[in-house]
């Protein structure tokens, strides 16, 4: 099965830097990529998804970066600001989710 | 439209004693996803619906645990003889197809969950 690393666990950023949180996958068959975020005590939200055929989405200050050949992806969230503060799951996908073990993003005013 | 809901948000119950979780998808929306999220972990697969069907149940960790979704739309997560260990927030998805492209229409949708505690 699908196994999925997510690093760092914690993070914390001044606002206005950026925050890069990465993650490497075992099943090369993977082809969806997705990122959710959740706040404490509400439902995961997905805020953004890279499929297999691409390298790089952007989405204002979000982007996904894929690299397939070495099976590691990365969330880039650039200009942080306080409500970005939650706990951010990469996913990988062959027929279900299999999520990391998440990261808590602390923005510091 | 409305997204997805499940019912109860917090369910508290004693050792040995059995649980029924219910999950609304959005409307719509033929595959269901039932997963497990215990503190400070990611969601933990437990099985999926396509239509009626349960077209992966892999990922319950035992007998103890059923799901059926018989008019393809709502559905019930059972807990047989429940265990302390069982205590985790029990969290539903719903796309609008299944599939292993990760096409558009296979975006997954949450529920808030349902914060289950074996006391």
């Known amino acids: 099965g699908e196994n999925v690393e997510q690093h760092p666990s914690t993070l914390s950023v001044q606002e206005g830097d950026s925050a890069v949180i990465k993650c490497t996958y075992s099943d090369s068959a993977s082809n969806y990529f997705p990122w959710y975020k959740q706040e404490l005590g509400k439902r995961p939200q997905l805020i953004i998804d890279i499929r297999s055929n691409v390298g790089e989405k952007k989405d204002q200050r979000i982007a996904v970066t894929l690299n397939k050949t070495a099976k590691h992806f990365s969330l880039h969230i650039t200009e942080t600001q306080p409500e970005d503060s939650a706990v951010y799951f990469c996913?990988?996908?062959?027929?279900?989710?299999?999520f990391g073990s998440g990261t808590q993003l602390t923005v510091l005013p | 439209g409305a997204g997805v809901s499940q019912t109860p948000s917090n369910k508290v119950t004693e050792k040995g004693k059995y649980v029924e979780l219910r999950c609304d998808p959005i409307s719509g929306h033929t595959a269901l996803y039932w997963y497990r999220q215990s503190l400070g972990q990611g969601p933990e697969f437990l099985i999926y619906?396509?239509?009626?069907?349960?077209?992966?149940d892999s990922g319950l960790p035992n007998d103890r645990f059923f799901a059926v979704r018989p008019e393809g739309s709502v559905s019930t997560l059972k807990i047989q003889r429940t265990e302390r260990g069982d205590s985790a927030v029990y969290l539903c998805?719903?796309?609008?197809?299944?599939?292993?492209?990760?096409?558009?229409?296979?975006?997954?949708?949450f529920g808030p969950g349902t914060r289950l505690l074996v006391l």
């Open positions: 996913a990988a996908r062959w027929g279900q989710l299999t």
């Open positions: 619906f396509q239509g009626t069907g349960a077209a992966d």
């Open positions: 998805a719903s796309s609008y197809t299944a599939g292993t492209s990760g096409g558009l229409r296979e975006t997954q949708y």
